[in-house]
């Protein structure tokens, strides 16, 4: 099948099945599952399916930290402090970012089903959105939404051609926010320097491995049940069974092998971006947040892949000395992401829209 004609009907199982779900017995439920939330949307689709569609945007460890306030004319997407993560993200940072993505989804979904949608408010309540009748806009950034996901693999090491690089700025353009892109491998080493000395200092603090294993779904039938959360197969790791994966963690999860994976992961991408927000406060995060999901939703237009390699600006004392690097000293730069050509992996799940709306 075509990619055009998989963009038009949607995800099928059997295109999903083909991107490395593999043949372990709960991952056929999990594909159809991941096929069944990731559906473009169908004529005159209610309100519902817009939050479907927001919900579908990148957020920090999966945690999907928003409620949806629907009603006429307008959603609100409001912050979820009971899904905060605390240690990797104590001044919910990720959190208002992840808001973000999600009003960048609700935005241009809106605008695919006829409805002319604007961002109205922007702060630590949350993002509010005012809809209008309005004519129907289709894009490609619109129909990559079901397609965009994280990949985190090793890329194939090809660079991206100066044109869809333009393609990536002009669709990250957002007031208040910069993108750096790097694609120069002096460059890229440095970050990858930034990179492994933020997850050293992640992986010797045990408060960091013990949140983020609360986050990690080890089996097709934990992801299932909890629709959350980050699956083991959607970060390219094996599928066995959860009791084993679970019992394996401490085993596999050692701060060498883990470095030497981002090694080969910034090594094999064609470059990083980095975005800073012009102020460090939840409406420029929401800002950052809505620049990135764009960027991600072109990129998958384009036939690229991302993934967060976020460490340098998670550790304070790491995130000053990028800062510096970058030239910004004194700024926070707030996401970091690399950018190449892979494979797709499994697909990330999402909480039913009946438990995220209000
Ligand atoms: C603010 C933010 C920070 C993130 N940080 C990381 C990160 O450091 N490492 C990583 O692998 N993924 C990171 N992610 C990606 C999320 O884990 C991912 O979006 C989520 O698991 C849902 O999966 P999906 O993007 O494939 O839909 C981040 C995403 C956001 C929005």
Known sequence: ???????????????????????????????????????????????????????????????????????????????????????????????????????????????????????????????????????????????????????????????????DIRRLQEAAREEGVELLIFTDVVDLETILEAVVEGNSAQMDDPAFVEELKEWIRFSPDEALARGDGLFTAASGNPVMPGWLTRAMFGLVFRKGSENDKYRGHVRTSSGVAVFVGDKADPAHWIRVGRAFQRFALQATALGLKTAHVNQPVEVPSVREEFAGWLGIPGQRPDLVVRFGRAAALPMSLRRPVGEIVV
């Not at 991952?27 to 939330?37: F, V």
């Not at 689709?45 to 928003?66: D, I, K």
């Not at 949350?126 to 890329?155: C, F, H, M, N």
Request: proline share 5%.
């Open 1 to 163: 099948m075509s990619r055009r004609a998989l963009l038009v009907s949607g995800l099928s199982v059997t295109a999903l099945a083909a991107v490395g779900y593999g043949t372990w017995p709960r991952m056929g439920a999990y594909a159809e599952e991941a096929a069944r939330q990731r559906q473009l949307l169908a004529a005159e689709p209610e309100l519902g399916e817009l939050v479907r569609m927001a919900s579908l945007a990148a957020n920090g460890h999966n945690t999907q930290p928003w409620r949806f306030r629907v009603s006429e004319g307008a959603v609100d997407i409001l912050p979820d402090f009971d899904r905060r993560t605390e240690v990797v993200d104590p001044d919910d940072h990720h959190l208002y970012v992840s808001l973000g993505c999600a009003a960048e989804n609700l935005v241009i979904a809106a605008g695919a089903s006829g409805r002319r949608a604007a961002v109205s408010a922007a702060g630590k309540d949350g993002v509010g959105i005012a809809l209008e009748q309005g004519a129907a806009a289709e894009s490609p950034l619109y129909e990559a939404i079901p397609y965009r996901q994280s990949t985190r693999s090793d890329y194939d090491g090809a660079p991206v051609s100066a044109e």
